[in-house]
């Protein structure tokens, strides 16, 4: 399983070189199976250079959503691969209160997007899943988990082989609202993951105004890499107005605290461009 990610940020796009280290695109990853299945979690603008480079290989594209905010499905009008010619394009939005299944579709209508929806190119299928918490795919086996967000939304764990990848991004571990998932309850859904992709939006000062927005804290990420024993933990959906050098302090300030714990999990924090392969005895 090779995992490459597009598009890091969370709420908007950030631009400027005090941004370039880590990269200014919202929610992208890409994740390619052994069998050659092409999987995208999410469709924020990373996922505009993705589409040119899956361009060319023609073969079905799965798109996991986590679930309808703008950043997270903003890329996909100027996703290339939807606008070729019968190229298979299967979606499935996240499992969101209430249920609007085509939010990525409807964006491009009316006075928002120049190009409708109905004039795409591709055969595009919403995956729906129902009421299912876990379907085949490809070579791998999707599971999914309700989100701590504001009108909800889906985490998921991708297994093959022996190996797991789990993607929680835009997930609040102690929200003030109604509890989806609780934290015992996402250690046992990531429980031993060789990837962890997880929300780590926010930091102490950003508390308590920020309280009930649908992120966790750097902190919150963190313990629960290490009491899922993951091992590694890439952290994700960094704030738009986090430059590389506050995404640096954050990471020296994250190994601090796996010395005093004594913890294995290695936590990084994502950036765009980085390529992660899953195979083997290790994480490469």
């Not at 939010?103 to 109905?118: C, E, K, V």
């Amino acid at each position: 399983m090779w995992i490459k990610f597009y598009g890091v940020r969370g709420s908007m796009p950030a631009a400027g070189k005090e941004f370039a280290k880590y990269g200014g695109n919202t929610a992208c990853v890409h994740v390619e199976l052994k069998d050659g299945t092409d999987i995208i979690l999410d469709a924020g603008t990373g996922i505009v250079k993705l589409g040119d480079e899956l361009l060319a290989k023609g073969t079905p594209i799965h798109l996991l959503l986590t679930h309808n905010h703008w950043d997270h499905i903003q890329g996909f009008p100027f996703f290339t691969p939807a606008h070729q010619t019968n190229r298979d394009l299967l979606i499935t939005p996240g499992t969101t209160l209430p249920r609007e299944d085509d939010a990525i579709l409807r964006q491009m209508s009316g006075t928002w997007f120049p190009i409708d929806a109905d004039d795409l190119n591709a055969n595009v299928e919403l995956k729906l899943y129902e009421q299912q918490t876990s379907w085949q795919l490809g070579s791998a086996t999707i599971s999914r988990k309700g989100l701590n967000h504001p009108g909800g939304g889906s985490a998921y764990v991708i297994e093959e082989d022996g190996f797991k990848l789990a993607y929680v991004t835009d997930n609040e571990l102690f929200p003030p609202y109604k509890v989806t998932t609780s934290f015992e309850e996402w250690i046992q859904f990531i429980q031993d993951a060789d990837l962890l992709i997880h929300d780590a939006q926010y930091i102490d000062k950003d508390m308590p105004y920020k309280h009930g927005w649908g992120h966790s804290l750097v902190d919150q990420a963190v313990e629960l890499a290490v009491k899922a024993n993951v091992k590694k933990c890439a952290l994700y959906s960094h704030d738009y107005t986090r430059t590389d050098e506050d995404i640096d302090r954050q990471v020296e300030h994250i190994h601090g605290i796996l010395q005093r714990k004594s913890a294995k999990t290695e936590i990084f924090a994502s950036f765009e461009g980085q390529l992660i392969h899953l195979s083997g005895d290790d994480v490469n």
